[in-house]
């Protein structure tokens, strides 16, 4: 026997098993008898945090300035709660601005964008933040995020390039 079960909003829920058998030489004799089984199941619902960050272009001029979208996603079955998110602007970039789900505030290259409450099973919160490329390099962008259920914060990355300087000949 196969039992698959989908619990939606329950936390938890009885499953009673009866099993009925018989057995006699032949079946005007035969008596029927059963076993149950009782079990509680707990269902476990959890946040499933995911976050991404993806610059435009990939590639900037020094001078010019680059969008970075950072994307957390719940693809759990549980609200996430009490979601803060902080992103490193790099050594080579200059916070320009930036917006989305919530407000953000600059703090000499740390960005605290405000506290998301609660975001649901299924749900996306979208932020944008725009630098300006200062100095040629390689250069990475860091988003870092917490929230109630995670026990450490999650990072992720996105590399950008930075190239030139006043024109194309380097000087």
Do not use: H
Not at 63 to 82: D, F, L
Not at 130 to 159: D, H, I, T, Y
């Amino acid at each position: 026997m196969n039992l698959s079960l989908r619990a939606a909003d329950a936390e938890e829920f009885q499953l009673t098993a009866i099993a009925a058998y018989g057995c006699a030489p032949n079946k005007e004799d035969q008596e029927q008898r059963y076993a149950r089984a009782s079990s509680t199941i707990q269902v476990a619902q959890i946040p499933g945090l995911l976050i991404g960050v993806i610059d435009d272009p990939d590639v900037v001029r020094v001078g010019e300035q680059v969008e970075y979208t950072i994307t957390v996603r719940n693809e759990g079955n549980a609200p996430a709660k009490n979601l803060k998110l902080t992103a490193k602007i790099p050594s080579g970039l200059s916070f320009v601005e930036a917006s989305g789900e919530t407000d953000a505030e600059d703090q000499d290259g740390q960005v605290r964008f405000d506290r998301v409450d609660e975001l649901k099973p299924g749900g996306e919160a979208v932020w944008r933040l725009v630098a300006k490329a200062e100095k040629a390099g390689a250069v990475r962008l860091q988003a870092n995020l917490e929230s109630q259920s995670l026990k450490k914060p999650v990072k992720s990355e996105e590399p950008t390039r930075l190239f030139g300087g006043q024109d194309d000949s380097g000087q």
